[in-house]
């Protein structure tokens, strides 16, 4: 079978310079501003990779395509060259009309094709999306993998495509019918890893949380509980990612990395075993975590914790069923930071219980815990959570505004009274965004290396320090003991030895330091920044002739090493441009290795998804 999955846009999304009429229904919602889709919105989603793994395997003929920020015009003209037999796509609550015009689309210009849609939204809507929206044939509902494997397989076969366990479809007379539940998936590692065809810097290890926080839909796609990899598959998996990612950095989406803990201590001794040297992130509770943990995460190269702290109010976190505490909080961001992981907090504001009395202990209680980073959310109501439950039950929500009202998330305060609200409107507004806290200083550093002596990050983290309390010296044969113990990003290295160089006013260095980045590690944002800046200055001195040097402190470097991915914009992790071929089927084909792109061609992507466009 011919089969296309697909990561449609939000809603129609216009090309430079054009304008979507305000009356067209497929619009975008008023008032939207690009800035409302974050990075993480164009990110490919895992399971789509993990769907088309399968069924590659199977032996269909797969593509996957990333068009999460193509213009519509430019989506018609893909959607009618892509002759595929079955389109499957995934629906999430931010995308859900977007989802529902291409498949209008694909039913206008491959009549005979089967349209799937599966994900978080269709989960929990699976009969509303069926019953408002004809041109989509079935819905999977939870883990699709072994549903997408029999709906194509009866599709190859000719059978009719009603009675399959996990799916909804219509029967003969025009209803939503429901087939039996699916089993979820017992071994995980019978499952086609999606590395294996596809590059993402993105990991999944493990499905499901045991906690039930009431904003959460992790249960309505996975099933209760916990289930994971085992160590050796995963280290498998991280071999093959890594043999093929250009930045040696990878991103744990688990929904919570650290449940079981001799799994994950195992895991970080492996990858140490196995000499798997690269830089990652992960995803967490605060209390999944202790002193030995930590030690062992670091040493296999953990630089960033993100945990879901919501809220610093108890009274909050006991309405979220959180069952943290705010202590709790304080102590496993004190170890993290004992062993130099950096810590970011995602926030909430607007949850249950929430008044502008406990947001104001929430903001005192950032002052106090002082993560690295921080990133407040409003609360959003998402199908398939227990807010939705209950917010239906009380009566203020009613499912069918998911599909007739414009909205990419509804976002509304649980059950705060009206003024409340509108003051915390008011203050997300103001300080909305990725905001940075705690920046350790000489001292703190200089303790993790009396720990980790021979940790190469931790080297780094001190070099940087020193950098910025002036002791060149010092921030020199730092950096240059990481290089010897094997930092995995040295483009980093040689450009902070770029910056020593040009607080010394060495420009030869610079010069030196940076063109060795470049080459034996292109594509890290603050290395491409400074490498093009450089170029930008020299050709501004050449210029200005040799008589009138343009002095070397008008040059702006910037010395950083944070756990920043320049994301190339390439299909299908991010929606970059398509292939020549890309309509073009035949047997599947391991992906080509990268191809090295020239630093003048990145200077658009420098800064992340916050600089991507509308893909013309």
Excluded at 16 to 29: F, T
Excluded at 30 to 46: A, C, I, N, R, W
Excluded at 64 to 76: H, K, R
Excluded at 485 to 495: A, V
């Amino acid at each position: 079978m011919r089969v296309a999955l697909l990561y449609p846009p939000p809603w129609k999304m216009p090309l430079a310079g054009e304008v979507i009429d305000p009356a067209d229904p497929g619009g975008p919602p008023e008032g939207h501003h690009p800035s409302h889709l974050d990075g993480d919105f164009f990110q490919m989603p895992y399971g789509l990779l993990t769907l088309g793994a399968q069924a590659i395997r199977a032996g269909h003929q797969v593509k996957a395509f990333n068009l999460s920020a193509y213009a519509w015009t430019v989506l018609e003209g893909v959607i009618a060259a892509l002759d595929a037999e079955v389109f499957g796509m995934s629906c999430w609550t931010s995308n859900r009309r977007g989802v529902a015009l291409v498949a209008a689309l694909i039913k206008r210009l491959h009549p005979q094709a089967t349209v799937v849609v599966g994900g978080p939204h269709a989960s929990a809507l699976g009969k509303e999306l069926l019953a408002h929206h004809p041109a989509i044939d079935l819905v999977c509902e939870g883990e699709g993998e072994e549903t997408l494997l029999e709906i194509l397989a009866r599709r190859a076969a000719g059978k009719p495509l009603n009675g399959i366990a996990g799916a909804l479809w219509r029967a003969s007379d025009g209803r939503v019918v429901k087939g039996p539940a699916r089993p979820n998936i017992k071994q995980l590692d019978s499952l086609a890893p999606p590395h294996a065809y596809f590059d993402t810097h993105i990991l999944m290890t493990s499905r499901g949380c045991p906690w039930q926080c009431t904003f959460c839909g992790a249960e309505n796609t996975w099933g209760r509980g916990f289930r994971g990899h085992s160590v050796g598959y995963v280290l498998d998996e991280l071999a093959l990612a890594l043999a093929r990612l250009p930045v040696r950095m990878v991103q744990i989406k688990d929904d919570t990395f650290t449940t079981n803990k001799k799994r994950v201590l195992d895991l970080c001794r492996g990858i140490r075993e196995r000499g798997l040297r690269f830089l990652w992130s992960c995803d967490t509770r605060v209390d999944v975590l202790d002193d030995e943990l930590l030690r062992e995460m670091r040493l296999a190269g953990c630089e960033r914790l993100s945990l879901g702290v919501e809220s610093g109010s108890e009274r909050v976190l006991a309405a979220m069923d959180k069952k943290i505490t705010p202590a709790e909080i304080v102590a496993s961001t004190e170890l993290a930071k004992r062993w130099g992981i950096k810590v970011r907090y995602y926030m909430i504001v607007g949850a249950r219980g929430e008044t502008r009395a406990t947001f104001q202990e929430t903001l005192a209680f950032l002052e106090r815990a002082r993560p690295h980073q921080f990133l407040f959310s409003c609360l959003a109501i998402y199908p398939g959570t227990l807010d939705f439950d209950d917010a239906e039950k009380a009566g203020w929500m009613d499912r069918e505004i998911y599909f007739t009202e414009k909205f990419q998330e509804y976002m509304t305060p649980f059950d705060a009274s009206e003024e409340d609200g509108a003051y915390f409107a008011e203050w997300f507004q103001k300080n909305r965004g990725l905001r940075t806290m705690h920046e350790p200083g000489v001292e703190e550093c200089e303790a993790i290396v009396a720990r980790l002596p021979d940790h190469h990050a931790a080297h780094v983290d001190l070099a940087q320090a020193y950098g910025r309390a002036g002791r060149l010296d010092d921030a020199e044969r730092h950096v240059r003991r990481a290089l010897a113990l094997g930092y995995p990003c040295p483009g980093l290295l040689h450009n902070a030895l770029a910056c020593v160089a040009y607080a010394r006013g060495d420009l030869a260095t610079v010069i030196a330091e940076l063109g060795e980045g470049v080459r034996v590690d292109p594509q890290h944002p603050v290395l491409l920044q400074n490498h093009l800046a450089l170029q930008a200055w020299l050709a501004a001195r050449e210029s200005d002739g040799a008589s009138s040097e343009t002095g070397l402190q008008t040059l702006r470097l910037e010395a950083r090493h944070g756990f920043d991915l320049l994301e190339r914009t390439a299909q299908p992790s991010l929606p970059g441009p398509l292939p020549k071929d890309f309509d073009q089927w035949g047997p599947n084909t391991p992906p080509a290795p990268p191809t090295p792109i020239r630093p003048e061609e990145l200077l658009s992507r420098v800064g992340g998804m916050r600089k991507l466009s509308v893909v013309p």
